[in-house]
Every structure is written in C-alpha cells, then in structure tokens.
C-alpha cells in the first residue's frame, strides 16, 4: 500500500500489530472523549488563503527553546516503542534527526537515554514525570543531562493515569522480552518495588499525587 497521508499508518498498523499493542497506541482513557476532543480541536485550525503571493521560496523553519528546527512539528513522548517494532526510539531519533527537528523521548521508553543519544546528532527533549522518591527524579534528569538531553519535558496533567479501557480488556502488559530501559540500573530507594509487579504497572503506581506548585 502507497502511504499518500498520515492517517493511513493508522489503517497499515492495525492490520500488522498485535490487538493489545495497537489498542496501547491508538486508544484513550475511559469513553474517550478527551481522544475525541484533541482531534476535534485540530480540525477548528483553519489556514486562511492569500492569492497572488510568490511561494517560490517558502521557509518554514522556526525555534523551539531557542533551538532552531525545519518546521513547527516536533515528536512528542511516546512509550514503549519497540512494542511496534524492534528499532523504537532508535529509529524515531534517528528520523527526527534527519528531519532537522526535535525528539522528545518518554521517561518509558523501551531504549534508555544513552541509547537514544548513541544513533547519533540531533536535538532531544525528555519526558518527565514527577515520582514520589525525588532521588529517582534526579537520577533521570541527571542521566538525560549526561547523554546530552537538552531539556525536560515536564508532565504535569497525570496525577494518576487515565482507565484504559482497551487495557483492561487486553491485560495489557509490557512484552516480557522489553523493559523500561531508563530505569533499569537506578536506584529506586523508598519505592520498594514489589516482587510480584511489572515494573510499567508499578512505575506509573509511582507518581507523585501530591505535586502542585506550592509543592514544586
């Protein structure tokens, strides 16, 4: 099939993924109308014609964080890639690099930071949440820094996570043969990880809920 827009990825991946990993991608939360909602939302943003302007040099090239990039569109943090397939966040680092704009990679990537910066140049963002431990906090931003990261994503609007109806339906668990890779190594402290628990479904037990600004 000849790809020719953006939505038909969406018709190609539900013929080749597995049912719970297409349901982890493409669903939302409860009766999704949040879902609803942000398409909706896009579908409002008109673009108003001009007739008779020379286009024959057309730049649309902007800054982000005074980081310059090709074009207003960016890559935002999405988790476990390699769900999808093998090459996850490396070959989304390395397509972003090549399209001269910016990869923000998820706290819950199935490729670590130092990964995602092995594939070579470009400019990266990481995604954060807020845990309870802060020592676990610090070590992420610490890493992403190291691997040369060049700012946080800070991910405020998930005191808790939405119910995932497709999830629950699937049991959606993260494959046995992938893991949270930016966690792997760390010091988890106080979080005291149950035995029995995947380390996706305790990680996201994890978040800070008491985060407001008087807290941060």
């Known amino acids: 099939m000849e790809i020719t827009n953006v939505t038909e990825y969406e018709v190609i991946a539900k013929q080749k993924l597995p049912k719970m990993v297409y349901d982890y991608y493409a669903s939302g939360a409860e009766d999704q109308w949040t879902l609803a909602e942000n ?22 090239a902007t800054t982000v964080l005074g ?32 399209a001269g ?3 923000t990679l998820s706290s819950w990537a199935t490729s670590s930071v130092e990964e995602v ?5 470009g400019i990266r963002f990481f995604q ?10 610090a070590q992420l931003v610490r890493r992403a820094e190291r691997a040369g990261f060049k700012a946080i994503a800070l991910t405020v609007d998930t005191p808790r996570l939405g119910r995932r109806e497709a999830d629950i339906k699937n049991r959606f668990t993260l494959p046995p043969f992938l893991t949270l890779k930016n ?6 402290g106080k979080m005291d990880k149950a035995a029995d628990s995947g380390l996706a479904s305790y990680v996201a037990g994890q978040i800070d809920r008491t985060l407001s600004w008087k807290v941060c």
């Open 117 to 121: 910066a092995s594939t070579g140049p």
């Open 101 to 103: 704009t910016i990869m």
């Open 39 to 60: 398409r909706n939302a896009f579908s409002r943003i008109l673009f108003r014609p001009r007739i008779l302007i020379d286009v024959s040099k057309i730049d649309v």
């Open 128 to 137: 954060l949440y807020v845990y309870k431990d802060r020592n676990v906090v």
């Open 67 to 98: 980081f310059k990039i090709s074009m207003p569109i960016m890559i935002a943090p999405t988790a476990m890639q390699k769900m999808a397939h093998p090459e996850g966040e490396y070959a989304t680092a390395r397509a972003a690099s090549a």
């Open 183 to 188: 966690f792997e190594g760390l010091d988890l």
